[in-house]
Each structure stands twice: as C-alpha cells, then as structure tokens.
C-alpha cells in the first residue's frame, strides 16, 4: 500500500490525518507508534530517521516518495493531490484562508499547549500533579474556544463554515474530543457542541475516532 500514516490513537494531529483520509476515501497503511509503551516509541532510532521531531503524525507517500510531518500540511497535500474527492478547502481565496484562520486557532494555539510533551514537561520540572495538568488543559482549551465559538456566530451552518465539510472542522472535532476527555465544560460552546455532533455523525468522522484504532488501549 503505498500510503502509510504513523500516529498514536488518541494523538489529536493524528486524528485529524485519519479524518481527511477518509473523507478523501484513501486506502492507507496505519503504523501504530506509542507514545507512552517503550519509553516513547516515537524516539525510536527508527520513527527518529523518519521525523526527526519524533512526534506523530508521519505521512509517507511511497509513490511520490515523500514523508511529511505535520497534520495540516499532510492534509493540504492529499487536498490538492486529490482535489476531485471531498476537497478540504474552498476555492476562493479569502475563504480559502478564512477555513486556515480557524484550524489553525485549534491546530497552532490550542492542542500543542497540552500537548503530552508539554504535559509531561510540567509533571517533570514543576511536580505538576494530575489535577494540576487537567486544570492547565482546561484553562487553555476554554479560552480558545471562547474565541472560535465568537467567530463560529458569522459563518456556521450544519459544519465550521456552511453546509461542508472543510479543513476547520478537521481541526476542530479532535479538540472538542480532548476538551471532553479534560472535563471541559462544553456548556458554553453551542455552536462547537452542534459541529462536532454534526461531524461525527458522519462515516469518515466515526472512523476516525481514537477508539476505532487498532492500537486504542
């Protein structure tokens, strides 16, 4: 098969390449890498000689004989390698970077602060206890969902942006499913809330759910 994707289940950024792969209805090779078991598989000599970052995901595309890190740019590769099928992304420029805007308030300024590198960070260095880190992922996960619940009011219709599906929702299903797993309260985000129901009401959303995943434990 010639597309592979390495991820952990539960990794957000993971989870979001497992949604547009499905969306584009692409059969792919799944590689499980523990982030926990073994040390951290992804510091592994060999995951370290295919992402140097040794973080999840990595996207290899053997016919193209590419390997790519980082969700959104995977994702906007398969967009554009695969524009006929579900496109992610709108055409037209300023909505084009409107549906980025969005994920990446999700991608870039919420998920990487609790992040389990980071998470494990202020476990190490600050004795940082189980309630101290649930507390740090709320706080963090509630403020930038304030911000994307304000913009959500101009553009949401069934999905982030209208009636389809783009690379903001991708971006934002995997979220809301750490802000539950924190004990966020989702009370105050309707129109996150109604998203997220929408999106995983569907088949390449359902799939995609870490709990569906081979190495789901």
């Known amino acids: 098969m010639s597309l592979k994707l390495y991820g952990y289940w539960r990794s957000s950024a993971s989870y979001r390449v497992r949604?547009?792969?499905?969306?584009?209805?692409?059969?792919?090779?799944?590689?499980?890498?523990?982030?926990v078991k073994d040390g951290g598989q992804q510091h592994a000599e060999q995951y370290v000689s295919l992402n140097p970052s040794e973080l999840v995901p990595t996207f290899?595309?053997?016919?193209?004989?590419?390997?790519?890190?980082?969700?959104?740019?995977?994702?906007?590769?398969?967009?554009e390698k695969y524009p006929d099928v579900h496109p992610l992304l709108p055409p037209h420029k300023v909505e084009k970077a409107?549906?980025?805007?969005?994920?990446?308030?999700?991608?870039?300024?919420?998920?990487?602060?609790?992040?389990?590198?980071?998470?494990?960070?202020?476990s190490e260095h600050y004795n940082v206890d189980g309630e101290g880190k649930k507390a740090w992922c709320q706080t963090w996960i509630t403020?930038?969902?304030?911000?994307?619940?304000?913009?959500?009011?101009?553009?949401?219709g069934d999905y982030c942006f209208g009636f389809?599906?783009?690379?903001?929702?991708?971006?934002?299903?995997?979220?809301?499913?750490?802000?539950?797993?924190?004990?966020?309260?989702?009370?105050?985000?309707p129109l996150i809330r109604r998203i997220n129901d929408n999106c995983n009401e569907l088949d390449a959303f359902k799939s995609a759910l870490p709990e569906a995943q081979i190495d789901a434990s």
Do not use: W
Request: charged share 25%; proline share 3%; net charge negative.
């Open 98 to 122: 409107r549906v980025r805007a969005l994920a990446y308030d999700t991608a870039c300024d919420i998920q990487p602060i609790a992040n389990l590198r980071v998470l494990n960070y202020l």
């Open 143 to 156: 403020k930038g969902f304030r911000g994307i619940e304000k913009r959500l009011q101009n553009t949401a």
């Open 164 to 189: 389809n599906v783009t690379l903001a929702d991708i971006a934002l299903v995997p979220q809301v499913y750490n802000a539950e797993r924190f004990g966020v309260d989702m009370s105050a985000f």
């Open 60 to 79: 290899v595309d053997e016919d193209e004989d590419i390997i790519l890190n980082q969700s959104l740019s995977i994702i906007e590769y398969l967009d």
């Open 19 to 35: 949604i547009a792969l499905n969306l584009k209805n692409l059969a792919y090779e799944y590689m499980p890498v523990h982030l």
